[in-house]
Nanobody, 131 residues
Framework: EVQFAESGGGLVQAGGSLRLSCTASGFTFDDYAIGWFRQAPGKEREGVSCFSFGDGKIYYGDAVKGRFTISSDFAKNTVYLQMNSLKPEDTAVYYC????????????????????????WGQGTQVTVSS
């Protein structure tokens, strides 16, 4: 069972920055992807970013491209999400997500942020951006 340790989040003014971190453990297979989805009240969940540890590829949702940056620490199975130029519409609960792949299956998955979907979810952390 995949387990998560999430940190970061909070309240920030528009234009400000926040950093999220997520450490995932308990993987069965050697290949996995870790990233974030978010969900605002009354809205559908949205893919934010995904890091594929199998091949080092990085994906972003259209709403955050150019403002958010995901990075990783392979040794710690940790990913970081640096969020800059935050907007009120970025307000949401941000969930760390992780998906395992058997036998290089990540190569056959979607080559976009949804690669991280359909796996395990963390408890989430609130990000609030005031105008």
């Amino acid at each position: 069972e995949v387990q998560f340790a999430e940190s970061g989040g909070g309240l920030v003014q528009a234009g400000g920055s926040l950093r999220l971190s997520c450490t995932a453990s308990g993987f069965t297979f050697d290949d996995y992807a870790i990233g974030w989805f978010r969900q605002a009240p009354g809205k559908e969940r949205e893919g934010v970013s995904c890091f594929s540890f199998g091949d080092g590829k990085i994906y972003y949702g259209d709403a955050v491209k150019g403002r958010f940056t995901i990075s990783s620490d392979f040794a710690k199975n940790t990913v970081y999400l640096q969020m800059n130029s935050l907007k009120p519409e970025d307000t949401a609960v941000y969930y760390c997500v992780a998906r395992e792949f058997y036998g290089g299956g990540y190569r056959h998955g979607p080559q976009d942020v949804s690669l991280c979907d359909l796996g395990a979810w963390g408890q989430g952390t609130q990000v609030t951006v005031s105008s």
